[in-house]
Every structure is written in C-alpha cells, then in structure tokens.
C-alpha cells in the first residue's frame, strides 16, 4: 500500500509560511513542507555557512543551535521551527569579530578543507555552554558526532582545551560563549 | 637574488603560520561549489540501477515528469549522443605501450601520463548496466525535493544478465589484466633466491574496499553560455575536468571554464571527472538553465571512485642473520568492467630494501562495480602495509628486533637503479622516531606487556613514498601600489596550497603576505597538475618560484637604462628584494620600490610566468630502473656521470595499541611519525597533513570496510553510521618528527606530506 502511495505524485505539494529567529533577526520563508532546517538556511536563507556532509544525520556537519540546544539541521524539518530560535556559524562573528573559538580554531590549525568546520564550532559553542570540556577525554567524547575526514580532531580539541581554560581564568569570561 | 639551487641553503623546516584561509573558513565564508548559487538556478537528482549488471528493459519516466516542479527527466533514450574524454593510461599496455612510455619519458611528461586516469564512461549512452548504482536517469526540477520526490518515480525495469555479476577477485569468469601499466618491477632472480633462502615467509594479505568519504558531499554547477560551459565543481583537478568536458561536448577547451577555489575535501576522490560531472553539463543544456547536482552520501560510494580490494602475496627470503635476498611481491586488485584505475600495489616493493633479487606483480581483475579511483596513498597503502607485515613476520621468525631488521636491509643506495639516493633521512627516522617513543621498553616476548587489565603491542613500520611531480605552470604580477597576485590553476583540498604558496611568493618578492594574493582554483589561471600524488606542493612551488625571479628580472629589465634608478644595469644576481623593494644586494640601502618604477615607466602592472617539470632527474631514474633488468651496464654509466635517484619521502611510524583481552577491542593509545619529507614549508600545516594522515591510516587499520552485498553488488552500508571512520574519541595522542634535509633535486627542496602519514 506504501508503494502505491509513492508512486502517486502529489498535485498540490503543501507550502507553509514559517517564521524564524535566524542570529537574532526575524525571518519569514514560505517553504514546501519537507523543506529541511538545513536546507531552509543555505537554499532560501542565503546561509551557507552551515553544511550538508550526509543529510542522514551521521556526521554534524549540519550542526545548529535550536533554541540554544545543538541540533542536526539536516534531521530537523524547518516547518517544526516555527517562532523557534536559530543560531549558524554566521551568527558567532556577526560584528565583524570571530568568536574566540573561530580564532582558536583557526590558531590551532583545527581544519584542513574546512567543510565540517561550522558544525564542530557550533558543537563546540554548545559544548562550552555546557560545561562539558573539563578534560581532552571529556572534549574528545562530546565532540565525536561531528566527523572530520581530513582528520584536524587534535587541533579541535587544542582548540577547544584553549577557549575552556580562558573562560575559566576569566570566572565565566566571555558572555558570548 | 635566491635562485632555485638556493633550496639547500634554507631551512628544513620552516615557521608555523596560520591557515591564510583559516578566517573564511572558520566564519562559514569560504564557498564550496555546493555553496554556488545561480538565478534560474534548477537541481538535479540522480536515479541509480539497482542491478550490477544487465539491460534496462523499460524506462517509465511519465510520472516522474508529471510531478510538481519537474522540468526534464533525462535518460539514455533522450540523452545527447556524447564523445569519450582522454582514455590516458590505455596506450601504457602492450608493446607499443612500452614505446609511448619511453616517448613520454623523454618528454618529460612521464609523471602526467603514468598517474593519469581516463575519463570516465559517458553516462546514459546505451541500455546496458556495469555496476550497481549506475546513473540511469537525471530528474531536474525547480527544487531539489522536487528533483528528488520526482525521481522516486521514475520506473525502471531490467533485464539482468543471466549469469551472476562478476563480484569477487576470484571469481574464475573474471577478465585478469596481468602487468597493466607495464610497471611490474624484476632484479636478479627471485626464484634462485627464494630457493637459497635460510628462511622463508610466505604470507598472504587481504584488505578490503574502502571509500574516499570526504565530508563535502561532491556538487556540480554547471551553467552554458550559447556553447561555452562554466562549471563549478568540486575536484582536484580543474584542468583535468575541463579537457574531459571539452572533449565530451566536442568544445575547443577554451570555452570550458571550471572553478573550484573550495573544495571540501577529496583525498583523490577528485583526480578525474566522474559522470555526474557530465551529468550536469548534459542537464544544464537540455534545460537551458544552470543546473546545481550534489551527490548524496549513498552516491558518494558509487559516483566517485574507492580504494580497490587486494588480494596480496609476499615471499621473503633472508639469511639467518636477517639479510634479504629476495622479495616477491604479488598483488591483484580490482577495477571496473569498462574503464579504468591506476592502483600500483607492489610496485613500491621493488625500492624499499637493498636486495638483490626482487620481482613485483601487479594484476586487476575487472568486476561489475562502479570503477575505483585513487584514495590516499593509493596503492602504497595495501602494499605498504602487506610488505610491512610480512617484515614483521620475517623479524619473529628470526627472533630479531624489527627495527634492527630494517635497519639491516637498509637501502643505502636506490635499489633499483643503483644510483645513489638525491636525499635519505630514514636512518634519522629510526633514531629519532624510537627515542621519542620509547622502542627500547618493547619486550618481544607475545602477551608480556600489560596496562592493568590491558594488552600492549608496540609496533613500527617504515615508507618510502613516491611523489609524482607533473608540470605546471604559474603567473606572478605586480601592480602600481606594490601589490603582488600569484596565479595557477591548482587546488587547495586543505592541504594548505594557498597559505604556502603566498608564503613562498612575498618571501621572493620581499613583500609582507599581506600584499600577496594568491589566486587558484580556475581554468582562466595557469595551467596546474591536480592535487594529487604529493606533488603539487614541489611543481607549484617551482613554477611560483620561477614566475617570482622572472618578474623581478622584468623590472631590471625596465631600469636596465633608466639613470633616475640605484637599480641601473644591476642583475638578479645582484640584487635582493626587501621591503617592498629590489635592492642592490652589495647595497642594501640603495633600491627601489616595485611601484615606483611602474609608475616612472607609465606601467600599470608587470607580469611573469613561471613553469616547471617532473624533475630530469626522476626520469633519468626511471630509464636506469628499466634499463636495470637487462643488465647493470647502464646503471654503472649512470652512476659515474653523477646521477642520483630523485628520493621519495620516507618515513617511520611507531604505534601502541591496547587490546581488551576478554573482547579482543583494539584501541590505539599513542602514535609517532618521524618522518623525511624533505623542504617543509610550514610546519603546522605539514604536522597537520601528517596528523591527518595518521587518522585516515588508522581508519583503515581498524574501522573501514566498504561491504558489498553478494548477490546484488549493492554497496550495503553507504551511510556513515555503517561506514565508520575515525571519530574524536578514535584518536590518540600524536606525535610528528620532521627529520632530514631540502631534497636537492627538487626546486624548493619539498619531497610532499600529503599522503605518506597514512601509510605504515
């Protein structure tokens, strides 16, 4: 019954209006109900800053903020968004500064071709908001949904360990982290 | 001024500078060409055979092109009749093989033409299936759900061939290709030295398929203009995608146009154009609009190559004390039904150990699969690691420390040629590499090294890697406001190219980076060799180096007359850059800025190219290798005329691992590579190329194995939640060593870090 289904194309495919908090500012998309999150920031959004690595939910290159919680965009379908608050790599150095993890990334040589590089830093951003970088064990684990083929994990957690130690000799420190 | 014989005077290992691009990447600005889009853009979905081989009997496309948002369904019965790109490597086999090879050699285009793949198949030609997961039809559609909700319902039907597809090296139906590239290697006589052998391994290996799995999921966009092509697309080889494209649509290769300044990774996966690529141009002309087609995950297993399954025997034969006197060496990997790879597996046998009597064999069996490609260190890392093995089991057998057994059949000379070595840090691989990582503490006695409830196996492998260096070209421009723009066609896969190679150019140009731009990833630049083989870094930097030297000759050039300039009749030898200025090197203070002259000239901008080569040296080596087996006359004639064997990288890995011994889990807890790669330009990037490499080696060692099913030759784990490769809590604490010295044989002293971290 499920193939006959599929095999009868739908005539009138349903378009929603959503309305999203994208980095702060609001955004309104009328979109096809399967439109992903993913795929709403980078087709209609203009963001492409937030990849596409497996569209299967496997590698975290898709990694966003859902109301301060990392998601995997490409899992997340944009019509459930609605009134929901969306944070993308574009979103951490909108003033013109990179975020102290964009620097330290970029210091410690944590990427090679760059393209998981989004999804790790918005892992990692989630990640030191959660109090989950106490040690390279702890960084290492946490951070292992987000894949890098290119093979940079010891510069990510370098990087990560750099930004967590700052944070904490500050006493709490950056208030963007 | 530094001239290119300078590179031994300049240190091995140079400052660790940040990612030129790190910023744009990190901020999510970089673009890949999924990133790419166009008005009027469209998007495109693959439809793939679900039977490995056989005819497709009928192709419904009538609901797929009734859906919403459809705007064509293309299959072989309405796709353009297309032309076969460049078939390169086929002219290497047989006799007249032999011939164009020794033609190519002294052209000086033998590291192009050996490692060259063809191009593939064109797509949708005919009705007949060779691999599961062939493109039978391309839906495009205004959206890519529609593209892909459409597709969906295309309805194929085959016929399948009456016979099982050809699945299995085994399989006695299979077509063998014995000696492919005409490259098997032979000294001495290896079967008179097994046979006088005190001790005799004979061991056999297997490794499996393994997939590229570059994050970036490969895109192409491809937009005409009346009959020219851009293309964006993701690859390691712009060039070679534009002569593939030209070729296909029968364009002159100045009307394609192909952009690649991104790319998000590929290790090798982009060394040739694969059908999709054509996929997209094809669509993009029917439809009349630029057209976006991005491969999904499952795709990427069938649509862009992989690392080849072997089967592996090697025989070792040694003297009691642990000498070789023999190494063979055979290997059969397997290829596509009708096209080609190169994969040389135990060709690399031949130059690892002083030996006197050596035979490799390579074979490839053709099987209904999608066509394997190069997967970094192709080749080298099957065969590496089945040598190295087989060493291991040699050591044992002997009783010896396997380090000191290496260090006994050590190559003092290249083994093939005689000649002796252009460079050779591996004896400083071995000291340095132990040290750091404690060799000594190895106890040889099995089970006996224990971490609480853990096992302990220390082990170490060595590598010579071979780099190919093809030719390139670059241009090197100044403007009036001293501002330099370097410029080729290369890539940067994130191996760091744009960040050296701006390095390289402010350092001969005396500018800071800041005033260098260094532009690539575009058929409109300079010609450039893919980013493959580890040998972009050497041919670029060469042509960069010449372009540089030669546009600082153009502007004594221009002041050769002028007496308003210090720099008046000066050579280059005479001179320096600094600052932003020529200046005369007995003289520092007197010079001028690059500007200043432009500007008392009228000029606006002086330009300069730059090429390079495969170093002479590297072919004069493979004519003394060839020649080698009919006799050790020309070797000797070689050998006092002063030739050397250009050196490959070598390198050492020293790894422990822990093992659970209840469930038999294999954790790797510590990793150092010492390695000799010659000239490193930049010593974080190059760390992090090693590093890199060693996550990959350890993927292959312990996690990833392409599966495909038996009966169908469905790829039947295609998702990286069944394809697993290294995560963060995979990788241990690493270590690198760079050990040795600027190669002087090559123009910047580099001998390539790309691939040699993974093999060992």
Known sequence: RLATMSRDPPRHPPTLAVSLRVNGAPREVELDARVTLLDALRDHLGLTGTKKGCDQGTCGACTVLLDGRRVLSCLTLAATCDGRDVETIEGLSADGHLHPLQSAFASCDALQCGYCTPGQIMSAVALLREGRAGSDAEIREYMSGNLCRCGAYAGIVAAIREVAAATASEGGGDARL | MSSPDRAGALPLVGPSEDRIDGPAKVAGAALYPSDVHLPRLAHAALVRSTIASGRIRRIGTEAAGQAPGVVAVITHTNA????????GQRFMRGPVGQLVLMTALHRHSVGQLMMTTPSPVSPLQDDRILHYGQPVAVVVAESGEQAVAAARLVEVEYDPDPEPPLLELDDPRAEVLTNPWMLDMARGNVGAGLAAAEVRIDASYATPDETNNPLGLFATVAAW???????????????????????????????????????????????????HVILAAVAARLVGRPVKLGLTRAEMFTSVGHRPRT??????????????????????SSTAREDDNVELVAFGAAKAYACPNVATHDRQVRLHIPCPGFMRAPGEAQGNFALESAMDELAYALGLDPLELRRRNDAAVEPQSGLPWSSRGLHECYRQGAERFGWSRRSPEPRSMRDGRMLVGFGMAEVAFQFFQGPCAARASIDRDGRAYVRSAATDIGTGTRTVMTRLSADLLGLSVGRVRFELGDTELPMAPWAGGSGLTGALGAAVHQACMRLVQCFLDLVKNDDESPLKGCTLEQVTTAGGRIVRADHPARGEAFGDILARHGLEELSADGESGTPAAMLVQGIVSSAARFGRVVPAVARKMGARAPAPAFAVKFVEVHVDPDLGTVRVTRVVSAVDAGRILNEKLARSQILGGTVGGIGMALLEETLTDPGTGRIANATLGDYLIPVNADVPEMDVIFVGEPDPLTPIGTKGVGEIGLVG
């Open chain 2, 80 to 87: 353009p009749r297309l032309a076969r790109g460049p078939t």
């Open chain 2, 225 to 275: 203009d009346g009959d020219r092509l851009i293309v964006h697309d993701a690859t390691q080889w712009p060039y070679g995608v534009r002569e593939t494209l030209a070729r296909v649509f029968e364009l002159p290769e100045d009307h394609v146009r192909v952009l690649a300044p991104f790319v998000g990774g590929a290790f090798g996966a982009g060394l040739r154009a694969w059908p």
């Open chain 2, 311 to 332: 089967r592996q025997r090697v025989r070792l034969g040694a003297t009691r004390r642990g000498e070789l006197v023999a190494i063979d060496h055979e290997a059969t």
